[in-house]
């Protein structure tokens, strides 16, 4: 075979592998598997893969992201958990517009940290962190996101923090929405230790 048979087979197999992992690859994975950086931005100079975010490429052909921070997040800190503000806007329950991917992560885990997009990253203990989590498709990349009932218990968990008025729109938004579950926010609410405070405010809606 030639050298310029190798480095197109080079090439297809490190296209193949973009492909096997969704279209989406960091430059760390396909150095792992053999792959040098020069092909690799070998392929980024002409055109075939584009970059998402740091040290994260994805093929040039497939269909735009729509979510590219939420992607480089999840792509980033695949154990972390999509949560309060970036959570009320997933779920459509809030007018602010998240200046920074809102992360939760376990107890014992290193906070997240990203030049891009900024993340804020926050520490949940126990069945705070694991109860309430949904997994969802995001421009081809699993996410998981708390569900709107665990979200609002966890925003009046951090209410000092994201600003009562944020919460009390949420729970407005949530209220009118078709499967408002008064018992499942109360669950979470005792999950989150905050049912003392939620409890007058869910029951103002009833």
Known sequence: MSDSDSARSSREQLQTLFRQHGGQLRLSEALARGYSRYQFYQLRDEGVIEPVSRGLY????????????LVAAATRFPSAVLCLISALDWHGITTQIPHQVHLAVDRDARLPVLDYPPVAGYRFSGKAFSEGIEQVDVDGITLSVYSPEKTLADCFKFR???????????????????????????????????????????????
Not at 58 to 69: G, K, Q, V
Not at 168 to 185: H, V
């Open 58 to 69: 994805r093929l040039a052909d497939l269909p735009p992201i729509e979510n590219p921070d």
């Open 160 to 206: 000092n923090r994201i600003g009562m008025d944020v919460v009390l729109e949420a729970l407005e938004l949530y209220r009118t929405r078709k499967t408002f579950l008064p018992g499942k926010l109360m669950e979470y609410a005792r999950v989150c230790r905050v049912a003392n405070v939620m409890a007058p405010y869910v029951e103002a809606k009833l």
